[in-house]
């Protein structure tokens, strides 16, 4: 693409965001991300989770070893002494849970050149993403079995983070233990309530004796039952988890439905729409959160902006907002409202926001809803 097809791009993507700020709109609470298009891509190529930037992880400090990541550890932003080695370290992409991870192997697909960074909790990898710990965080948004990760969904709207990508990756589960465990001496499983509930047929199957345990992670039951020796437990995990841990794996693919998949998006601090999104649309997926006052047909609506432009949508979630969950509904004027739930609407589309057509669906959005937020435009991972 040449300068001058590129400078009339990025003017078309910045105009949405002008005419929103227009004397029409400001009563309106709309956040929309600001368009840039990054340095790595303005050679026209396209957009990959993880810019040039990670390129330098050589010259940056590596952990000493693999420590996972609490709140109480994140530096504050204005305190740089805090925090020693992990201060604005940017060849790093946070994830949830330890090494072993599902989550772990979704970050390594991800950004293949950076530094997996292992949080305690979601928020923990979106805390050190925030204050520049690490230059990408990729956290699980929803499973084809278990369905929508809520926490994730609710933490988008606390952060002013970006999402930049998505990726997918198989869950195949594996019964593992110490080396030199029977399957007869196991007294319980130990696993993420998830993993437990993706494998409750094969575990019902091992016998009543058999307890079911819950903890934080998958990998982090692996880890628990290396460091302590216990010969009667068995974690549900990777066998990426297996191998970093010394457990020998008794079974795997222990999962209910083989088809088992959670895709996980990509999180940075800055917007990234990439040079060729206008010619390549429908690779993309925009991703966009919305509020709608109460009233009949306002769902409908919302909606029609879209499929009046043939614009797909291949995801829609309501979530009820945290701050202001109730409205009433003054019902026919005589005194006898009643509360409802007042909920946000999360909706991914196939497009990007260099598409005069999404751009022509947001202004039409904002005309229904009293508040909308682009969370990222960013490729689609078509690996399924």
Same mark, same amino acid.
């Given at each position: 693409m040449n300068q001058t097809a590129l400078s009339t791009q990025q003017t078309r993507c910045m105009d949405v965001l002008h005419q929103l700020s227009r004397p029409k709109f400001q009563a309106t609470k709309v956040r929309l991300a600001h368009l840039t298009i990054s340095a790595a891509n303005r050679g026209g190529g396209k957009t990959a989770a993880c810019n040039a930037r990670l390129s330098a992880s050589s010259s940056l400090p590596k952990l000493a070893s693999p420590t996972v990541?609490?709140?109480?550890?994140i530096p504050n932003a204005t305190n740089s002494s805090s925090g020693s080695e992990y201060v604005k370290t940017s060849a790093r992409c946070a994830y949830q849970g330890v090494p072993g991870a599902y989550s772990e192997g979704a970050a390594l697909k991800a950004c293949p050149d950076a530094e997996p960074l292992p949080c305690a909790e979601f928020e923990t990898a979106f805390q050190a993403l925030t204050q520049?710990?690490?230059?990408? %965080? =990729?956290?699980?948004?929803e499973n084809s079995l278990g369905g929508s990760i809520h926490t994730v969904y609710d933490l988008l709207?606390?952060?002013n983070l970006h999402i930049v990508g998505e990726v997918t990756v198989k869950v195949n589960h594996c019964l593992l233990a110490l080396p030199g465990t029977k399957k007869s001496d196991i007294r319980r499983v130990m696993s993420h309530p998830q993993a437990l509930a993706q494998t409750d047929g094969y575990l019902r199957k091992m016998g009543p004796g058999v307890v079911k345990e819950a903890v934080d992670d998958t990998a982090g039951a692996a880890k628990e039952i290396?460091?302590?020796?216990w010969k009667d437990a068995a974690a549900v995990a990777s066998r990426r988890a297996g191998e970093l841990y010394g457990m020998e794996i008794l079974d795997e693919g222990i999962q209910d439905f083989k088809d088992n998949i959670t895709r996980f998006i990509v999180l940075s601090r800055d917007p990234l729409v990439s040079a060729d999104a206008a010619r390549n649309s429908n690779e993309h997926k925009t991703s966009i959160v919305f509020s709608l006052q109460e009233g009949p047909g306002m769902l409908f609506k919302a909606l029609s902006v879209f499929a009046l432009r043939d614009i797909n949508l291949t995801k829609i979630e309501s979530r009820p907002m945290r701050t202001d969950p109730l409205i009433v509904n003054e019902g026919n004027g005589d005194g006898d409202g009643h509360k409802l739930f007042n909920y946000l609407f999360y909706i991914d589309f196939i497009g990007t926001l260099a598409d005069e057509k999404a751009q022509n669906a947001l202004r039409h959005l904002q005309?229904? %809803?009293?508040? =909308?937020? =682009?969370l990222g435009s960013y490729p689609r991972d078509e690996e399924l």
């Open positions: 990541i609490t709140s109480n550890m520049w710990m690490a230059e990408r %965080a =990729v956290l699980p948004i709207l606390r952060y290396s460091e302590k020796g005309e229904i %809803a009293p508040f =909308v937020r =682009v």
